[in-house]
C-alpha cells in the first residue's frame, strides 16, 4: 500500500510565500513523475506543476515565476515553494505521483488527501 501525505497549507497574506510538502510511503519500488494539482471552489482541479524522476518540472502559466517544485528522491519527497500568492491562488492543492509498488512493482498514481491554503489579509 502506497500513501501520500501533504503538509504545509495555512493561511498567509497576499504577496506572502507558503512552502507544501508531499512525502510518499508505503512498498515503494520507485517514485516516476510528482505533481501538484490544486481545485478551488466550483473549478475544475487543475495542474500546478509536474517534475519527473530526472529533474523535469512543467508549470502551469497562472504560477510561472512564483512556484517553484522541487524533490528529493531518496526520501520520496515532493515540495512546491509558493511565493508572490495572490487571490487566486488559494485552493486544495493535492500531491499526486506515478509509484511503481508491490510485489509485481505495479505502477499506478496516487493522491494525497488535500491540504487548503488560504490568501487572505
Known amino acids: 500500500q502506497v500513501q501520500l501525505v501533504e503538509s504545509g497549507g495555512g493561511l498567509v497574506q497576499p504577496g506572502g510565500s507558503l512552502r507544501l510538502s508531499c512525502a510518499a510511503s508505503g512498498s515503494i519500488f520507485s517514485v516516476n513523475t510528482m505533481g501538484w494539482y490544486r481545485q478551488a471552489p466550483g473549478k475544475q482541479r487543475e495542474l500546478v506543476a509536474a517534475i519527473t524522476s530526472a529533474g523535469s518540472t512543467n508549470y502551469a502559466d497562472s504560477v510561472k515565476g512564483r512556484f517553484t517544485i522541487s524533490r528529493v528522491n531518496a526520501k520520496n519527497t515532493m515540495y512546491l515553494q509558493m511565493n508572490s500568492l495572490n487571490p487566486d491562488d488559494p485552493a486544495v492543492y493535492y500531491c499526486?505521483?506515478?509509484?511503481?509498488?508491490?510485489?509485481?512493482?505495479?505502477?499506478?498514481?496516487?493522491w494525497g488527501p488535500g491540504t487548503q491554503v488560504t490568501v487572505s489579509s
Open positions: 499526486t505521483a506515478t509509484v511503481a509498488a508491490g510485489p509485481r512493482f505495479s505502477e499506478y498514481a496516487y
